[in-house]
């Protein structure tokens, strides 16, 4: 029956992008968004907006694709969200918005998320910006990060009028947006770089490569450079390892130093001299999207690419287009399967690693079934690097230096879900620095959450 299933969206094919850098899917047109955005119902009690962490007005954005007025189109968006163009490229929008879509009862959900991208890169080749604040108040809040809870809420608080700083570590902008996602799925200079431009655009002013808790302190931003409130959206960039022998070997890596020197350092160009060990075997341990970037990275790189994972693919927490989109590229999938040592040959690198068999059992804490050691199922897999994308905790600098900040056992800052705020007055946090690791899109809600609880704060205390 018309009207059930989606618009395709067109991809280079399998073969040709595995050899490049160059983004995977190419979007929309202006007839297929059209086309695609006339199968939304427009529901009166619209479900796909429960599903949205950043409360964009779905149904009207969508009504506005259908009559061709792209523009209003992003606008509406804008009104909530500080980044459309990255959103519309990884969020997980089959768990989310088009979840619960009601066109997806009988049929195919709405292709929300490829609408919301095609709205934002027809507005930024259009030259189209997001609205400023029609006056600014003079008050001044300090951001710690621009990675997307960063971005948020800075654009957020720059809409009502804030006089906002964003202090980043690193030289570029845009945090996990700049150094943990590949290319092929979300262009860095196209796309990332132009968000930011969008947010400094409404007045946010960025600071790079000041590191907060050595350049400058939090308690010295607010008592001696006049910040009356600080958001903390630092993220989560210290990786977590297994512990078992031979993980200090040349050519063990984690997923996010090997993603940022690909992404941030270039290492995948061959005009930049970004030190990189290119395996001609490399085995990525673990299931989550990070170790599908790192798995296509290194394919991408010349590389025979493996995934060991100890759940099966059931359990797999990627989003099934990007493991579909590994699987379709080459990469081998080893699940059931846990590492119990890396083999280290005499000169200190890796020469492979050694395999123990699962199965799954009774169902955790979490509800998903626990992997459990077949005995004597052990082997081994020839390799040269290996690298380990288990997830990613706080870096406690932040939290160490900063008085009063209460942290938990996992090293993340206390604080509210809705609003941000922490143990330390005119203090807030969220995002991964809050949460550990998780998705772009929810650190985006929690940098929404914080600049409408920073708000409050600073418009009680004048």
Known sequence: MEGLERVPVREQEPKVRAANF????????????????????????????????????????????????????????????????VCGRVCPQESQCEGKC?????????????????????????????????????????????????????????KLGYDVTIFEALHRAGGVLSYGIPEFRLPKDEVVAKEVENVISLGVKIETNVVIGKSVKVDELMEEEGFEAVFIGSGAGLPRFMGIPGEQANGVFSANEYLTRNNLMKAFDNTYETPISLGKKVVVVGGGNVAMDAARTALRLGAETHIVYRRGEEELPARKEEVHHAKEEGIIFDLLQNPTEILVDEDGWVKGIRIIKMELGEP??????????????????????????????????????????????????????DTGATSKEAVYAGGDAVTGAATVILAMGAGKAAAKGIHEYLSKNN
């Open 22 to 85: 160059e983004e995977v899917c190419y979007g929309y047109n202006e007839e297929e968004a059209v086309k695609e955005a006339s199968r939304c119902l427009n529901c009166k009690n619209a479900q796909c907006m429960k599903g949205c962490p950043v409360s964009i007005d779905i149904p009207a954005f969508i009504e506005q694709v259908k009559n061709r007025n792209f523009e209003e189109a992003y606008q509406i968006i804008s009104e909530s969200s500080a980044l459309p163009a």
């Open 102 to 158: 009601i066109r997806g009862i009988k049929g195919d959900p709405v292709s929300i998320g490829k609408l919301e991208r095609f709205v934002a890169d027809w507005a930024r080749e259009h030259g189209i910006k997001p609205k400023k604040a029609e006056k600014m108040n003079g008050r001044k809040v300090a951001v710690i990060g621009s990675g997307p809870a960063g971005l948020t809420c800075a654009g957020d608080l720059a």
């Open 364 to 417: 955790d804490e979490s509800g998903r079934r626990s992997p459990v050691e077949i005995p004597g199922s052990e082997y081994e897999i020839e390799c040269d690097t290996v690298i380990m994308s288990l997830g990613t905790s706080p870096n406690p600098l932040i939290s160490s230096t900063t008085e009063g900040l209460e942290t938990n056992r996992r090293k993340c800052i206390v604080a509210a879900e």
